[in-house]
C-alpha cells in the first residue's frame, strides 16, 4: 500500500551554513560540537519514515529532541534544510507558496499543545477559521463547524469565547478546528501535554474513539511514553534530531533498540501495553467426540507438561479439564468420558485485550482461552505467562518475537 | 585656542538654504500643493459640517457618544464642558480645532496604520522607519515650520500638515508594537490552516492588535491637540488662533479662554477614545462592532451581552 505521508531524509539545521552542519553529521559530530564548532543548531537530522493511511504515528522524545521541529516540517511551517516529505504527490518541502497553502488547506491541519485559538472569535468561528480560509460561505461553514464541535460533544458552546472554557474544553475546540476541514492529515503537537493527568487520559480515550470513526492519518507528538503507547500504532522514539527506534509499542518495549529507550521503557505499564495475543500459545488440544479422547488428554498433557487442556468440539470451545481430575477420574472408573469432568466455565478474551484486564482470569489457575472473532479458539495463555510478560522476564515458549536474548539482556541491565 | 572652525567651516545654513530655495521650491512645489488637495478637501467638509450642525444638536450627539463608550461620568461631563465652551464664546473656534484635528488625526490614520503594519511585517522597514520616527519626535516643530511654509503656503491646510509631521509617530509605533505582539503559536496556527498573509493580517493579526493601535490613536489625537497653537503661527484657525492672539496682545483673558477651551477638548477626545480601546478588555471588538456599539441603542455592556446571545 502508498504511504499517505512519506518523509525521506528529512534535516533541519538552523543558521546561516548547514552545508557546514552537514558534514560534522557525516564525520559522527555531536550536536554540540557541531554547534561549537560551526554555530549551527542542528534541529533534525536524517529523518524518514512512512505514515500509512488511518494510521496513528506517535513520535515521542524529551524536550529539545527536535520532535515539535519535525511535526511543522511536515506541514511547512518550518521549511526542512534537505530532504523530500511527499503528501500523496506533493513534495512540501520543495513546493511553490501557493502550492503548500493548498495542501494545508485541503489535506493537513494541525492541533496545537497551547491550542492557540483565536481570542477574538467564538467557539464556532475557530472552529470554522479553516473553513472560512478556504472561502466557504457562512451558513455552510457553520453548519460544518458545528458538526466537528458536535464529534468533540461541544455544540452546545458554540458561541462562547475560547476564555469562557476550561483547557480540555478549549483542547475539543482545537481539535474541532483541525477536523472542521476534513482533511486527511492531522498534525497533533503534544496536544495534551497542557493537560491535567484527569483530563489527559479522557482526551486520550475520546481520540482513539473518534479515530474509530474517522480513520485520519495522525501524526503525534508527545514526551510522555505512556500517551506514546497508548495511542500510537507505530511510534518513534527521537533522541537529538535523531529516530533512534521505529516501531510498535511492543515491539518497542519487548526490544528497546538502546539504553536511552530502555531506560524510558523502564518504568511503564506492561499491563497497556501487551495484548493477549502476545502472550497466547497456539492451542494444544483435544476433540471433545474423539475416541480415547482421555486418555490422549493426559498424553498430551504430560508431553507438553501442563496441567489443563482445552477441549474443542468442531470449532466451537467446549471447555476445559484439569490433569488432576482427569487423572483421578481415569484411575477410580477406568475409561471415563471427557464430558463428565469438563469445566466449561472457562475464561475467554479476545486477541485484543490487555494484559492488564487478564489478572482475574490468570488468577483463577486456568490457562486463558483466547477466542478469535468467530469463537475459535486462536491461543491459550497459560496464566504465569501473563505475569511473567508483566515482569519483563521473558518467557522463552511464549515468545513468537525474535532477538529475544538481545532483549531480556538489555532488560536485564537496565534493571540494575 | 585652536578649534575645528579654525580649519573648516561647514556652511549648513547655506546648503539647506539653496537645497530648499533652489532645488525643492522651483521643481517641487506644484507636487507638494498637489499633496495639499485631499486634506483640503476633506477639512473643508469637515469644517462646513461642524459649523452647519446646531450648537445643541451637536452637543447631544457628542454626548451620546461618551455615554455610550465611557459612561455617564463623562457624558455628564461632555455635556458641561461643550455648554461652558459655548458660553465663554468660543463655539465657532473649538469647531474650527475640532474639524483641524479629526482631518489630521484621519491622515494619520491613513498613513500610519499602514506604515505601522509594513513595519511589523519587515524587519527591514522597521529598521528605516525607526529612526526617522526618532527624528520626527525630537526635532523642535519650529524647525519644520519654515520648510512647509515655503512649499505649502500659509493657512489651515499647512497647519494641518505640520500637525500630521508631529502626531504622526505613535500611531506607527504602536501599530508595529501590537502587530508583533500577536502571540506567536496563533500566527502559526493561521498559517497552519493555510492563510494567506492578507487573511493572517485581516484575522488574526489586526483584531488582536486593534487595542494597542486604538492606543496609538488616542495618542496621536493628543499629540495633534497640542499641535493647536503651534499651527496657528502659520496661519491655522481655531482655539490656536485665539491664544495666539491672546498672546500678541498680551491679552491674557483671550488666551486663558483659548487655552481652556483646547483643554476641554482634549479631555472629552481623550476619555472617548481611550474608552473605545479599553473596551471588551478580553474580547477584542472588530472595527465594526466599535462603530456599530457607538450608534447602538441601550446602555454600555447590553450590546456585549446580546454579542453573546446571538
Known amino acids: ?416 | 585656542m585652536i578649534s575645528p572652525a579654525d580649519l573648516v567651516q561647514i556652511p549648513l545654513d547655506d546648503w539647506v538654504n539653496s537645497f530648499v530655495r533652489d532645488f525643492l521650491v522651483p521643481n517641487f512645489r506644484p507636487f507638494f500643493r498637489a499633496m495639499q488637495t485631499p486634506v483640503t478637501a476633506v477639512l473643508g467638509w469637515l469644517d462646513a459640517f461642524f459649523h452647519w450642525l446646531p450648537m445643541l444638536v451637536f452637543t447631544a450627539g457628542l454626548t451620546l457618544i461618551a455615554w455610550r463608550t465611557a459612561g455617564r461620568g463623562v457624558a455628564v461631563f461632555t455635556l458641561i464642558a461643550l455648554a461652558f465652551i459655548d458660553m465663554i464664546g468660543l463655539w465657532s473656534e473649538t469647531m474650527t480645532t475640532l474639524s483641524m484635528i479629526i482631518t489630521s488625526v484621519l491622515f494619520c490614520a491613513i498613513i500610519g496604520i499602514p506604515l505601522g503594519i509594513w513595519s511589523a511585517r519587515s524587519d527591514r522597514v522597521l529598521f528605516i522607519v525607526r529612526p526617522i520616527l526618532d527624528i520626527m519626535q525630537t526635532i523642535p516643530s519650529f524647525v519644520y515650520l519654515v520648510p512647509i511654509v515655503m512649499l505649502f503656503g500659509v493657512g489651515m491646510v499647512p497647519g494641518i500638515i505640520a500637525t500630521i509631521i508631529f502626531a504622526l509617530p505613535p500611531i506607527i509605533r504602536l501599530t508595529n508594537l501590537g502587530i508583533r505582539n500577536v502571540r506567536g503559536d496563533l500566527i502559526e496556527a493561521a498559517e497552519a490552516f493555510g492563510s494567506t498573509r492578507w487573511q493572517m493580517l485581516w484575522e488574526v493579526q489586526f483584531p488582536l492588535a486593534l487595542r494597542t493601535i486604538m492606543a496609538g490613536l488616542n495618542q496621536t489625537l493628543m499629540l495633534a491637540l497640542s499641535m493647536v497653537v503651534i499651527a496657528a503661527l502659520i496661519g491655522a484657525g481655531g482655539l490656536g488662533l485665539t491664544v495666539y492672539t491672546g498672546l500678541g496682545r498680551l491679552n491674557v483673558g483671550a488666551a486663558t479662554a483659548g487655552g481652556i477651551g483646547i483643554v476641554l477638548l482634549a479631555i472629552i477626545l481623550d476619555r472617548i477614545t481611550q474608552s473605545l480601546g479599553e473596551k471588551k478588555a478580553v474580547h477584542t471588538p472588530s472595527l465594526w462592532q466599535t462603530l456599530r456599539s457607538m450608534f447602538a441603542l441601550g446602555k454600555p455592556g447590553d450590546e456585549e451581552k446580546a454579542g453573546k446571545a446571538a
Do not use: W
Not at chain 1, 511547512?76 to 503548500?100: F, H, M
Not at chain 1, 481570542?119 to 458545528?146: D, F
Not at chain 1, 474509530?212 to 537529538?240: Q, R, V
Not at chain 1, 483435544?286 to 482421555?294: H, K
Open chain 1, 1 to 416: 500500500m502508498k504511504p499517505k505521508l512519506r518523509v525521506e531524509n528529512v534535516y533541519k539545521i538552523f543558521g546561516e551554513h548547514p552545508e557546514q552542519a552537514l558534514d560534522g553529521l557525516k564525520q559522527n559530530k555531536t550536536k554540540i560540537e557541531i554547534f561549537e564548532e560551526t554555530g549551527q543548531t542542528v534541529g533534525v537530522q536524517d529523518v524518514s519514515f512512512d505514515v500509512h493511511e488511518g494510521e496513528i504515528f506517535v513520535v515521542m522524545g524529551l524536550s529539545g529532541s527536535g520532535k515539535s521541529t519535525l511535526v511543522r516540517t511536515l506541514n511547512g511551517l518550518i521549511p526542512p534544510t534537505y530532504g523530500k516529505i511527499l503528501i500523496d504527490e506533493d513534495d512540501v518541502a520543495n513546493c511553490s507558496a501557493e502550492r503548500l497553502r493548498k495542501v494545508r488547506r485541503e489535506k493537513i491541519t494541525m492541533v496545537f499543545q497551547h491550542f492557540a485559538l483565536f481570542p477574538h472569535k467564538t467557539v464556532a468561528e475557530n472552529a470554522a477559521y479553516g473553513l472560512k480560509i478556504k472561502g466557504e460561505g457562512a451558513a455552510s461553514r457553520r453548519a460544518k463547524a458545528l458538526a466537528a464541535l458536535e464529534q468533540v460533544g461541544l455544540a452546545a458552546y458554540a458561541d462562547s469565547y475560547p476564555d469562557e472554557l476550561s483547557g480540555g474544553m478549549q483542547q475539543r475546540v482545537g481539535l474541532a478546528r483541525g477536523l472542521a476541514t476534513d482533511p486527511q492529515i492531522l498534525l497533533m503537537d503534544e496536544p495534551f501535554g497542557a493537560l491535567d493527568p484527569l483530563i489527559r487520559r479522557e482526551m486520550q480515550e475520546e481520540l482513539l474513539h473518534l479515530q474509530k470513526k474517522l480513520k485520519k492519518t495522525i501524526i503525534f507528538i508527545t514526551h510522555d511514553l505512556n500517551e506514546a503507547l497508548l495511542l500510537g500504532d507505530k511510534i518513534a522514539i527521537m533522541k537529538d534530531g535523531r529516530f533512534v527506534q521505529v516501531g510498535t509499542a511492543q515491539e518497542i518495549v519487548d526490544n528497546p533498540a538502546d539504553d536511552y529507550v530502555a531506560a524510558f521503557v523502564g518504568d511503564i505499564d506492561r499491563g497497556r501495553v501487551f495484548d493477549a495475543a502476545h502472550v497466547a500459545e497456539r492451542p494444544i488440544t483435544v476433540e471433545l467426540g474423539e475416541r480415547n479422547a482421555a486418555e490422549k488428554a493426559l498424553d498430551l498433557m504430560e508431553e507438553h507438561n501442563r496441567n489443563a487442556l482445552y477441549v474443542v468440539e468442531e470449532d466451537r470451545i467446549a471447555g476445559l479439564v484439569t490433569y488432576q481430575e482427569l487423572a483421578v477420574a481415569a484411575r477410580e472408573e477406568g475409561r471415563t468420558d471427557l464430558s463428565e469432568v469438563l469445566v466449561t466455565e472457562v475464561p475467554t478474551v479476545s486477541r485484543d485485550t490487555p494484559l492488564n484486564e487478564l489478572y482475574g482470569a490468570a488468577s483463577a489457575g486456568y490457562p486463558i482461552a483466547v477466542a478469535d472473532k468467530r469463537g475459535r479458539l486462536a491461543g491459550v495463555i497459560e496464566p504465569q505467562a501473563v505475569f511473567s510478560q508483566l515482569s519483563g522476564e521473558e518467557n522463552e515458549e511464549a515468545q513468537p518475537t525474535t532477538d529475544e536474548t538481545e532483549a531480556s539482556s538489555a532488560q536485564k541491565g537496565e534493571r540494575q
